[in-house]
C-alpha cells in the first residue's frame, strides 16, 4: 500500500500535518491497485461475456470441438428469436407481471416498513420478524397449494394469479428490505417534525421517503429482478398466455441436443433489459450512497 | 448523529423536562395511522402465504398420488416417520449443509474483500463502473445462470476446460465427477450472489462517517482491525441481513442444481429441495413431499429464530454499537 500523496491531500503546514495527511492518504489505496481489480471484474464478467459472445456466433460453430474467441458475428440468432419463436410476446409478459408486483409491493412496502420501524405499535417486532419469516419459504413448498388454490379459483395462467402468487415473495422482501433503511434515518427526524404537527403521512413522504432515496431504489430494483427472473411459479402456473422468458428459456433445455446459439441470444434478451434499468438508476443509487443517507 | 437515542419511549425523561414527557405522550398516542398502514399487508400476506401453509400442512398427513384416482389417504404423521427412515433424506440434509455452508462463506469472504477493496479506492475514477459491472451477475436469472454455466462446464467443448488445457491441466468432469460437482453448482451460486453482499456492505461502508477510519488511521490502525474494529461493529445489523437472505437462499436453492445436475451424479448433489422435488414432480406422492417441505421449512425457522434473536440481543437499532 503505496502512499501516493497528491498536492492537494498534503497541505504545507506542519510536519505533523503532513504527517497525519500522509497516513489518511495511505488508507486510501494508490492507483497500482485498478489493474488487479480491473482483472477480478472482467474474470467475473466472464461467463455473461462468453454468454454474448456464443449468441453471436453463426449456427454450426457452437459444438465444434474447441471454443472459438475469432469468427464472423451475426444476429441471426436474435432475428430467428423474435421473428419464428415469438420472443416480443414473452418479455411484453414478464414486464407486466414483473412490473405489476413491484409496483403493488412498493406501495404497500412504504407504508408496512414506516409502520414497523418507526412506530411503536402493540406487537410490531412481531410482526416485523413474521413477514420476515414469510421471505424464507421455499418456493418449491407452497407451488403445490398455490396451484390447487389457482386452478379452483379458475386462475390457472391468469395475470392476476401469478402477480398475486409473487406477491407471496416480493412483498415480504420489499418490507424486510426497506424497514431496514427506514429504521437507519434518525428518530430525531421524526421528533422534530412532530413537534412542527406533522403527521406520519407526512413523515413518511416528506422527510423518511426523500432521505432513504438509494435504498428505496435498491430495494425497487431487487425486487423487479427476484419477480422478472422467478422460474418455478411461472412454470407451473402458467401454460400459454402468461407464460414468461425465464419459462420459455427453460424449456428449451433438453438433455439430448441443446441449440446454444438461441438460448444464449435468449439469455441476453432477458438480462439486457435490466441491465438498463440499473444503469438508468445508477445516478440515484450513487448519490444516495455517496451522501451517507445523510448521516 | 449516531449518537441519537432510536427509541426515545425507552429513554428515561428528565424529571424536571416536563416537555419531553409530553412529546413521549403524544408520541405513543398516534397509532392508528401506523396501524392501518399495516393492515392490508397483513389480511394479504395471510392470504397469500398463510393459506398455501395450512394447506401443505394438511397436505403432508395424508398419503395422497396426483396421478391415482384413489382419494387421499389420512395417515397422521406416517409419512413423517417414513422420511426420516429413509437414507437419502439424511444424504440430502448433509448435501444441503455442504452446498450451503461452501457457497455462504466464499460469498462472504469474497463479497467483504471486494467491497473493502473498493473502498479503499473510492477516491480513483472509474468506482462507480466497478459497483455497476458487479452488479450484473445479480440480474441473471438464477435458471439461465445454471444454462450459462453448464454450457461452459460441458466436458468436451466447454470453455473453462479448454481454457485450462492451454495451460496444460486435463479436461475435468465439472458436473459429472462426484466429488466436485456440488462445489462446481456452489459455484455458480457464489458467482452470482457475491455481488450482492459485495454492493450492500459497500454501501454500508460509505455509510460509515469517513471519520471514523481516519480517526483509526491515525490511531495506526491497519485494514485488518479497521475491518475487524470500525466496520464490522458499525455494520453489524445490515450484515446480519445479507447473511440472513443469503443463509435461508442456499438452503432453498432449486433452479441451479435442476438445470445442472437433477441431484446427481447419483446423490452428490442431492439436496433437501432437489428431493421435494422429486417426490413432488417425479413420482408425485405430494404426502411425501408435503412432509419434506415441512421440514425444510422447520429447519429454516430454527436458524431464523437463532439469527434473529442473536441480533436483537446485540440491539436491533444496530449503529448505535
Known amino acids: 500500500m503505496t502512499a501516493t500523496v497528491s498536492p492537494t491531500d498534503s497541505p504545507a503546514g506542519t510536519p505533523a500535518d503532513a504527517r497525519k495527511a500522509a497516513r489518511i492518504a495511505a488508507g486510501r489505496a494508490g492507483p497500482a491497485w485498478l489493474l488487479p481489480l480491473g482483472v477480478v471484474v472482467l474474470a467475473w464478467l466472464f461467463p455473461i461475456l462468453w454468454t454474448a459472445l456464443t449468441s453471436l456466433k453463426p449456427e454450426g460453430g457452437l459444438t465444434g470441438l474447441t471454443p472459438s474467441f475469432v469468427f464472423t458475428p451475426t444476429l441471426d440468432n436474435y432475428i430467428e428469436l423474435f421473428t419464428e419463436r415469438d420472443y416480443g410476446r414473452y418479455l411484453l409478459n414478464s414486464l407486466l407481471i414483473a412490473g405489476g408486483a413491484t409496483l403493488v409491493s412498493m406501495v404497500l412496502a412504504c407504508f408496512a416498513a414506516y409502520a414497523l420501524s418507526r412506530s411503536d405499535i402493540a406487537g410490531r417486532e412481531q410482526i416485523g420478524m413474521w413477514i420476515l419469516s414469510l421471505r424464507m419459504l421455499p418456493p418449491i413448498s407452497t407451488v403445490v397449494p398455490f396451484y390447487l388454490i389457482l386452478s379452483g379459483g379458475g386462475l390457472l395462467d391468469s395475470y392476476v394469479g401469478l402477480v398475486g402468487v409473487y406477491l407471496s415473495f416480493s412483498l415480504p422482501f420489499a418490507i424486510w428490505m426497506l424497514q431496514g433503511f427506514f429504521a437507519e434515518v434518525p428518530r430525531s427526524i421524526d421528533e422534530a417534525a412532530q413537534a412542527d404537527g406533522a403527521g406520519h403521512l407526512t413523515i413518511l413522504f416528506r422527510f423518511i421517503v426523500p432521505m432513504t432515496k438509494s435504498g428505496l431504489a435498491v430495494t425497487t430494483i431487487f425486487t423487479f429482478v427476484f419477480a422478472w427472473n422467478e422460474f418455478l411459479y411461472a412454470f407451473l402456473l402458467t401454460k400459454d398466455r402468461w407464460v414468461t422468458l425465464p419459462v420459455r428459456l427453460g424449456s428449451t433445455i433438453t438433455p439430448f441436443q441443446t441449440d446454444w446459439g438461441f438460448l444464449t441470444a435468449g439469455a441476453i434478451v432477458s438480462f439486457l433489459p435490466l441491465v438498463l434499468v440499473v444503469f438508468l438508476l445508477q445516478r440515484e443509487m450513487a448519490r444516495g450512497v455517496s451522501l451517507g443517507a445523510m448521516r | ?321
Open chain 2, 1 to 321: 448523529m449516531t449518537t441519537t437515542a432510536r427509541e426515545p419511549e425507552r429513554v428515561p425523561a428528565a424529571p424536571a423536562d416536563s416537555g419531553g414527557a409530553a412529546t413521549g405522550a403524544v408520541y405513543r398516542g398516534e397509532r392508528l395511522v401506523p396501524a392501518l398502514m399495516l393492515a392490508p399487508v397483513v389480511l394479504l400476506l395471510l392470504a397469500v402465504v398463510i393459506g398455501p401453509i395450512v394447506f401443505l400442512i394438511d397436505t403432508s398427513l395424508y398419503r395422497q398420488n396426483l396421478f391415482q384416482v384413489t382419494p387421499p389417504r389420512f395417515v397422521g404423521v406416517e409419512n413423517y416417520t417414513y422420511l426420516f427412515d429413509t437414507s437419502r433424506f439424511t444424504t440430502s440434509l448433509l448435501r444441503s449443509a455442504v452446498f450451503t455452508g461452501t457457497a455462504l462463506a466464499a460469498e462472504f469472504v469474497i463479497g467483504f474483500a471486494l467491497a473493502a477493496w473498493v473502498y479503499r479506492l473510492r477516491h480513483l475514477p472509474g468506482m462507480a463502473l466497478v459497483r455497476t459491472a458487479l452488479t450484473t451477475p445479480i440480474l441473471v436469472a438464477p435458471i439461465v445462470a445454471a444454462v450459462m454455466w453448464r454450457f461452459m462446464y460441458q466436458p468436451d467443448f466447454g470453455v473453462i476446460n479448454h481454457l485450462l488445457s492451454l495451460v496444460g491441466i486435463p479436461a475435468i468432469g465439472w458436473l459429472s465427477n462426484t466429488s466436485i460437482a456440488i462445489f462446481s453448482i456452489a459455484a455458480i451460486d457464489v458467482w452470482q450472489w457475491t455481488p450482492f453482499v459485495f454492493l450492500i456492505v459497500l454501501a454500508g461502508m460509505h455509510s460509515v462517517p469517513e471519520e471514523y477510519y481516519e480517526a483509526a488511521e491515525l490511531d495506526g490502525a491497519g485494514f485488518w482491525r479497521q475491518t475487524l474494529f470500525v466496520t464490522i461493529p458499525l455494520l453489524r445489523r445490515i450484515l446480519v441481513i445479507v447473511l440472513l437472505l443469503r443463509l435461508i437462499d442456499l438452503l432453498r436453492a432449486f433452479e441451479v442444481i435442476v438445470a445442472t445436475t437433477q441431484g446427481g451424479p447419483g446423490d452428490a448433489s442431492y439436496t433437501l429441495p432437489v428431493l421435494i422435488w422429486e417426490t413432488a414432480f417425479v413420482s408425485f406422492e405430494m404426502g411425501d413431499a408435503a412432509a419434506a417441505s415441512v421440514v425444510l421449512l422447520v429447519l429454516v425457522a430454527i436458524i431464523i429464530t437463532t439469527l434473529v434473536r442473536v441480533v436483537a440481543r446485540s440491539g436491533v437499532t444496530g449503529r448505535q454499537g
